[in-house]
């Protein structure tokens, strides 16, 4: 049995008192057992629709324009990936010592706002580096087939 409880934390770091009661209750559904507790902030992760555009639309773009300008290694998906990840997502941090390295973000910890600034990145940079057009989610693109 697992329960979550969703509560926004007050500014003195209480909760609402139905929320104090709904974490009681589960505590007592337990009682005598040993539990893990975890507290994280909830964000509001992109949708499955942001997931299939990225990979289904954004993706097989930029894979086409690096193949176009010569990079082999974008026949594997994951590297595309991870090359557009290294070139769009790389942030500095600090050590405890205050040495500066960079890393990587994962897109799966992109909240909704961030991803979508991050596909106008993507987009601008395919523009910009490979000269390929990724349309915006849900717009008509004419593929040029004929009949």
């Not at 500014?11 to 009682?31: P, Q, V, W």
């Not at 557009?84 to 941090?93: G, I, P, Q």
């Not at 390929?132 to 693109?141: K, L």
Request: hydrophobic share 40%.
């Amino acid at each position: 049995m697992k329960t979550e409880i969703l509560a926004d934390v007050r500014a003195d770091g209480t909760l609402s008192t139905a929320k104090r009661m709904e974490a009681h209750r589960a505590f007592l559904a337990f009682a005598g057992k040993r539990i893990r507790i975890t507290v994280e902030r909830l964000y509001n992760k992109r949708s499955n629709a942001q997931n299939r555009y990225f990979h289904g639309v954004c993706l097989p773009i930029i894979q086409q324009g690096l193949l176009d300008i010569g990079y082999n290694e974008a026949r594997d998906m994951a590297w595309v990936k991870d090359f557009v990840k290294a070139n769009l997502l790389t942030v500095e941090v600090a050590d405890s010592e205050g040495v500066v390295r960079k890393a990587i973000r994962q897109t799966s910890g992109l909240s909704k706002s961030e991803f979508m600034d991050f596909i106008a990145d993507l987009q601008q940079w395919g523009s910009q580096e490979l000269g390929v057009y990724i349309p915006d989610p849900n717009e008509q693109v004419e593929m040029g087939f004929c009949d």
